[in-house]
Structure formats: C-alpha cells, structure tokens
C-alpha cells in the first residue's frame, strides 16, 4: 500500500513590530466571569435575559390552564348552541337537553366543531416518552471495495432505477476504472 505524503504547513509567526500575532497582556484575564464581576453582560443581552425571565415566571403561573389548553385544541372540541323557549341561541351542557333538542329536529340545535389537532398529538407525545427514532433500513451485503466493476454497475443501476420510482428511465452508470500506479502516489 502506498502512503501519500503531505508537506507541513507553517506555524504563523508574530511579528514584532505590532501588527497581528497575539500581544501579552491581551484579551480578558483568565478566571473572570460575569457572576464574580470581572466582566459585563451587554445591555440587548441583559434585557434579554429579563424579559425571558419574566415569560417563564408568568408561564409558570398559568402552567396548569395552558396544559389544559392544549389537550383540548388536541382533542378537538364539539360546541351545541340550542334554541331555547324564547327562541334565542344558548349553549347547551346538559345532556338530557342535548337529546331533547336533538330529537326536535335540525332547526332547533346547531353543532360547531373544531377538528383535532394531530400536530400538536404528536408535539405531546415526544414531550411525554421522546421522539421517536427516525431510522432507515438499508440492506448492505458487501462493501463496494469487495465488489466487481460488474457488480457495482448492476447495484448502482437498481439504485438509480429505485430513485426515479417509475418516473423515466434510469441513465446507464458510467464506470470508469482507474489503474493506480504506486508510482504516481509517491511522486
């Protein structure tokens, strides 16, 4: 086998006349830190950081509300809004009012639905038991080293027509096989 051999390259060189090249004393000391106040946070940084304080402390006190929000836009809801005695539209919970008002007939309820939300099922779902592992089957009998040029043609061939799934035909590799001289290697 043949061992290709690269030059080295360069180490960079500072110079001494002040231009470029690490300079002594340079840069923050090493062991200062924001929280031992060796350093500063900028401004658009520190206002970032309050803001988004001040979101997780107001989302922390409405935790409970908005997790119910959200299993309900993931279960979808269904709304009926019946007529009621005076003839004005009232939203129905009882269900034996329900079945009253179902059994009068089509002008006496309305029904409003809105769907599930599958997006937000599946959003639920990774947070619950994680997301599910995205994995391809490949069938891999031997390593194209270990192949023929015949036999690397025919397996790119049936790759090639399995890309186009039925769309126009697949164009014929072309396999060039290169004669490797140690030779040229070492030059």
């Not at 002594?24 to 309050?50: D, F, M």
């Not at 005076?86 to 006496?108: I, Q």
């Not at 309305?110 to 038991?129: E, H, K, W, Y």
Request: with cysteine.
């Amino acid at each position: 086998m043949a061992t290709l051999k690269l030059p080295r390259l360069a180490a960079p060189v500072a110079s001494g006349d002040g231009h470029g090249g690490a300079r002594a004393g340079a840069g923050r000391p090493k062991g200062t830190t924001v929280a031992s106040g060796g350093c500063r946070v900028s401004r658009p940084t520190a206002e970032r950081a309050e803001l988004l304080h001040l979101w997780r402390s107001e989302v922390a006190k409405q935790f409970g509300t908005l997790v119910q929000a959200q299993l309900s836009a993931a279960q979808g809801v269904t709304h009926m809004v019946a007529r009621d005695d005076a003839g004005r539209w009232t939203t129905v919970t009882d269900p034996d009012v329900m079945v009253e008002r179902l059994n009068a007939g089509e002008e006496a309820y309305q029904l409003s639905a809105v769907a599930p939300n599958a997006t937000l099922i599946g959003q639920i779902m990774d947070r619950l038991f994680g997301q599910a592992r995205q994995t391809i089957d490949v069938d891999v009998s031997a390593e194209p080293s270990q192949l023929s040029d015949v036999e690397l043609s025919a397996s790119l061939t049936g790759l090639l027509e399995k890309l186009s799934a039925g769309g126009a035909p697949a164009p014929e590799p072309v396999v060039t096989v290169l004669d490797t001289n140690e030779a040229e290697w070492q030059s």
